[in-house]
């Protein structure tokens, strides 16, 4: 099984709102990564969970923070948005962590929406 | 720097026949890579990967990918393209001792009838 679920799959949310958006993977997978995707183009890394660690794009600003209660689940809280963040989210987990043949599988999304 | 290019951000092909879609990699080190494929609305999906094994990787759905280090490259390819092969396709570089994909900027395939 490599399945990584991720919900809501759609949320519209305005720019003074606080949301938030889940992961889970229950492969025993010990790293786990969220990506912002624009339309049209490849998937930016935003932040990894590696073995408990949080690693941070530094370009990724302060309004989007993850959060990591345990080795299944990712979340990642959202405040005070801009328009420009809207994009789909991507979720996702690999076994192997920080070692170099980590395959990482990936969830179907939330479409975000910032109004 | 580790970097991937895609030649050709779309590509179209008749149903029935060959899909080539073009990879070159850029890496000081021996590389692990990828390929992903993206249908509207949804996820990536891993189609296959190369781990420094055997250099030709057979994926899902038919696809396989040639390692070729004299060329740097790693493209992908099918011998029959199906209507349901239309998606965006994603090559993607990870490099020894850091577990951060590089990816490269896709290449739509789109499939003619």
């Known amino acids: 099984d490599t399945e990584v679920t991720q919900t809501p799959k759609h949320l519209v949310m305005g720019m003074t709102n606080k949301k938030s958006l889940k992961c889970e993977q229950h492969?025993?997978?010990?790293?786990m990564y969220w990506y912002k995707q624009k339309a049209k183009k490849p998937p930016e890394l935003m932040f990894v969970?590696?073995?408990?660690?949080?690693?941070i794009n530094e370009s990724v600003p302060s309004r989007f923070s993850p959060e990591c209660p345990n080795s299944s689940l990712l979340n990642l809280h959202l405040h005070a948005l801009q328009p420009e963040d809207s994009a789909l989210y991507l979720c996702?987990?690999?076994?192997?962590?920080?070692?170099?043949?980590?395959?990482?599988?990936f969830g179907p999304g939330t479409r975000l929406l910032v109004l | 720097a580790q970097s991937v290019t895609q030649l050709g951000s779309h590509v179209s092909v008749s149903e029935g026949a060959l899909v080539l879609l073009r990879c070159n990699y850029s890496?000081?080190?021996?590389?692990?890579l990828f390929w992903y494929v993206q249908y509207p609305n949804q996820g990536l999906q891993l189609l296959l990967k190369?781990?420094?094994?055997?250099?030709l990787v057979k994926g899902i759905n038919g696809f396989e990918a040639e390692f070729k280090k004299s060329e740097t490259s790693f493209h992908l390819t099918k011998p029959s393209a199906h209507m349901s092969d239309a998606a965006e396709y994603f090559c993607?570089?990870?490099?020894?001792?850091?577990?951060?994909?590089?990816f490269g900027k896709g290449t739509r395939l789109h499939i003619l009838p």
């Open positions: 890496s000081s080190v021996p590389p692990y």
């Open positions: 492969m025993g997978h010990r790293a």
């Open positions: 996702a987990s690999s076994q192997e962590g920080n070692t170099p043949t980590g395959t990482q599988y």
């Open positions: 969970y590696s073995y408990e660690k949080l690693s």
């Open positions: 993607a570089v990870m490099v020894n001792r850091d577990d951060k994909i590089i």
């Open positions: 190369y781990t420094s094994a055997a250099t």
